[in-house]
């Protein structure tokens, strides 16, 4: 949302609603106000709210706490409670009513199970679940009552009301009440005041069920951003004027302070080396494979590692204005501007609710009319129960359980019914490199001597001089040579590094240089250099003269070339997305068939190449692993996550992949999870249709005395029943095999450009 220099920005935490007709009330009042312009996002529970200054805060507060929900400034630890709040006291109203309805429902449709007076027991057991757990759905109803709406929460409120006053009245005012009672089954006649607690208790439980788990599903977008908001460090070694170094909260870090990092410590913020030299981590939050290179002057970013020596940085940004601070807003911004998730349910509630009203009612006065007044409450309550939106409010829930829990068994992680719902649409998907593509692990990928030169000598004295160090290239070299070799590797005297060249040391009385060729060039050792490679180029030499040189690169995962291959297959876009250099995303992008490669590219212009496809008409998943990927996951239609990366970037996915074969991750499984998806969606759209259908069949066999409140509540456990049972079905969903075709034509090596 854009806006002029005399509009203001605002968000509202919004608390209270219950289903997307709520989030719609909410933005239609808003945008009833002079100057606003509101967007309410029911799956984040956030409203982003464009007004002019004349508009305070309070006003669009007041608005919404006017409508009976609340509202607030967001912010993720708000965000944290909120969410624990509403999914805990979901949780404990779920589990008294489950305690409670499992007796009820075994008591009333068991006549061996009904002892002497065993009605009154059931009542009392039902009163709890039919007032206190279903509560949440009492007050939404009320709540929609007051502002002339109604929902499926005001099906469930009546459904569960009318059962239960129903059977209560006829506990205390006819024959039901007395000893030795035994419920009849009586389908088609007989209207002689049967007890239907059972039906108040259990359409309260399994109604609470769904709601527990799409409440679970939809605080968790929170999570990213208190994640990002985690992330950097907690404390700081401050340097005071006169060399003393004090321990402080990042809180009281200024601009312009001095502040000391250790080797395996983050920068505190971002800031200018001071002293001191380093190999700096930033893979986080760029995707480089290979830690940079710092020294005096150069620039450095808060969260990222020291891998190496002592540096003292002097801060340059602090709190809101860091480089972590900005893509903590890119994916709290890019989560709030999800679609909303238009539940068919609701939607069409908003129509049926009132319609099932005037029938209750217009069939009550016409049997009014031609029977006895409790003949015409009966048909009427079985109006009412056979209404009841059961079977309507199992419908996701169960097809989204069952579907996650399928996914979840083949290491595909779902989160939630947007997910599948943005599954079923994407035609593009865009592709990280580093740790996603790749393993992020660096190995030794060639190792080229000069023709007088032996492979192993050089390989080996380039290991023992690299073992000294702690660079992640020198792990990959020593790797190399233990894996080779088999043996301990020669001690490195006078071992020297020369950050951002290379190191250098001697190794059986051998003066041993290995690094880049400006280091080689500083010993007076001229270099043509190896160009036409992604690949990083080591070069060794001793005695005055280069000697050959040793390849290094990340490692490319074996399921990248067959995932590339599938997801074209499905008729996708595939996408190469990445903050490494052109040709080492040149290198990889080759050996997996992507055509299309954008390289070099910071975490805010991953989010923006991701929001550009979706202007120019894509629908887009992204699939990334980094913290440098997190505000693209948020910003695609689909965020996938690989589980081997950051919390950041699984918080603020849709999917995360933890499936692995051999040891590293199995991208093969992003392709399921998008077919998986998809068949989820598909079972919930057929289960929803048999829900509207049975609702169609039966209220008006209800209406013309045909179905009985016995008949009724039968004839909506088996609807519920039958959605459990399709739902069910997709435990038995499979993967598609890997074709003989995809199998020959995967790679042999494993090996890629960084």
């Known amino acids: 949302m854009t806006t002029t220099v005399d509009q203001l920005l605002t968000s509202l935490t919004i608390g209270g609603m219950t289903c997307a007709a709520c989030a719609n009330r909410i933005e239609r009042k808003l945008n009833r106000i002079d100057g606003v312009r509101a967007t309410v996002n029911f799956a984040t529970a956030i409203a982003t709210v464009e007004h002019t ?58 006549p061996a199970a009904q002892f002497p007076y065993w009605q009154w027991v059931v009542a009392m057991l039902t009163a709890p679940v039919a007032a206190w757990a279903g509560w949440p759905f009492h007050r939404a109803a009320l709540t929609n009552a007051r502002h002339g709406a109604a929902t ?40 002689d005041h049967p007890l239907y607690f059972e039906v108040g208790a259990a359409l309260v439980t399994f109604l609470l069920a769904g709601r527990w788990l799409e409440a679970r599903a939809r605080y968790r977008a929170g999570s990213a951003v208190r994640s990002l908001a985690q992330l950097g460090a907690k404390d700081v070694a401050v340097l005071d ?87 903590t807003r890119l994916v709290a911004e890019a989560q709030a501007g999800k679609a909303r998730i238009q539940r068919l349910a609701d939607e069409v509630a908003g129509i049926f609710v009132p319609f099932v009203l005037v029938i209750a009612l217009a069939t009550f006065a016409g049997w009014l009319v031609l029977a006895p007044t ?121 071992f020297r590094a020369e950050p951002g060249l290379g190191a250098r040391g001697t190794v059986d009385q051998v003066r041993v240089t290995i690094g880049n060729a400006r280091l080689l060039a500083l010993d007076g050792i001229s270099v043509d250099e190896v160009t036409g490679t992604a690949d990083t180029v080591v070069y060794v030499a001793w005695d005055g003269q280069l000697r050959g040189w040793i390849t290094i690169a990340d490692t490319l995962r074996e399921s990248a070339g ?74 695609a239609d689909l965020g996938v996550a690989i589980a081997t990366g950051s919390d950041i970037a699984i918080e603020a996915s849709d999917v995360t992949i933890v499936r692995a074969n051999a040891g590293t991750v199995d991208l093969t499984a992003v392709v399921d999870a998008l077919t998986l998806a998809r068949a989820t969606l598909r079972t919930i759209k057929v289960n929803l249709f048999w829900a509207f259908a049975y609702n169609s069949l039966m209220i008006p066999l209800a209406a013309v005395g045909l179905v009985t409140p016995m008949l009724a509540a039968a004839a909506m456990a088996c609807s519920s029943l039958l959605v459990v049972l399709n739902s069910l079905r997709l435990f038995r969903w499979r993967p598609a095999a890997v074709t003989a075709g995809e199998a020959a034509k995967q790679p042999a090596t494993t090996t890629a450009a960084r």
């Open 53 to 110: 200054p004349a508009v305070a805060v309070p006003d669009l507060v007041a608005t919404v706490t006017a409508m009976g929900y609340t509202a607030r400034p967001p912010a993720p630890a708000t965000i944290a409670e909120d969410g624990d709040h509403v999914t805990s006291d979901m949780g404990r109203r779920l589990l008294v009513a489950a305690a409670f309805a499992v007796p009820v429902v075994v008591v009333s449709m068991t």
């Open 562 to 635: 067959p995932t590339v291959r599938r997801l074209r297959a499905l008729g996708l876009r595939p996408v190469l997305l990445t903050g490494d250099s052109l040709a080492a995303a040149g290198g990889v992008a080759a050996q997996v068939g992507l055509t299309e490669v954008i390289a070099e590219v910071t975490p805010e212009a991953k989010a923006a190449t991701v929001r550009r496809l979706r202007d120019e008409g894509a629908t887009v998943a992204m699939v990334g692993d980094g913290v440098n990927d997190a505000a693209a996951l948020a910003e």
């Open 241 to 327: 004027a006169n060399g003393t170094e004090r321990r402080t909260p990042i809180t009281d870090l200024r601009v312009g302070d001095l502040f000391v990092v250790r080797p395996g410590e983050k920068i505190a913020t971002d800031g200018v080396v001071e002293a001191g030299v380093s190999a700096v981590d930033v893979a986080l939050l760029t995707g480089e494979s290979v830690p940079v290179e710092v020294g005096p002057g150069s620039a450095v970013t808060g969260a990222t590692v020291n891998t190496g020596g002592r540096l003292v940085v002097r801060a340059s940004r602090v709190g809101a204005d860091t480089r972590l601070a900005q893509i």
């Open 374 to 494: 409790a003949t015409a409450v009966g048909v009427a309550v079985a109006v009412l129960i056979v209404a009841c939106p059961c079977a309507l409010g199992l419908a996701t829930p169960t097809a989204l359980l069952v579907g996650t829990g399928r996914g979840a068994q083949l290491g595909v992680l779902i989160r939630g019914v947007a997910a599948l719902e943005s599954a079923r649409r994407i035609d593009t998907i865009v592709l990280d490199k580093t740790g996603t593509l790749t393993t992020g692990r660096m190995r030794v990928t060639g190792v080229h001597p000069l023709p007088e030169v032996n492979s192993s000598d050089l390989l080996r004295l380039a290991a023992a001089v690299e073992a000294c160090s702690e660079h992640p290239v020198a792990h990959a070299i020593v790797i190399a040579a233990g894996a080779e070799h088999g043996r301990d590797l020669p001690q490195a005297d006078g």
């Open 152 to 191: 499926m929460d005001t099906l469930v409120s009546l459904g569960a009301l009318v059962s239960f006053l129903w059977s209560l009245w006829a506990l205390l005012a006819t024959p039901a009440g007395r000893p030795g009672l035994r419920m009849s089954l009586s389908w088609f006649s007989g209207h």
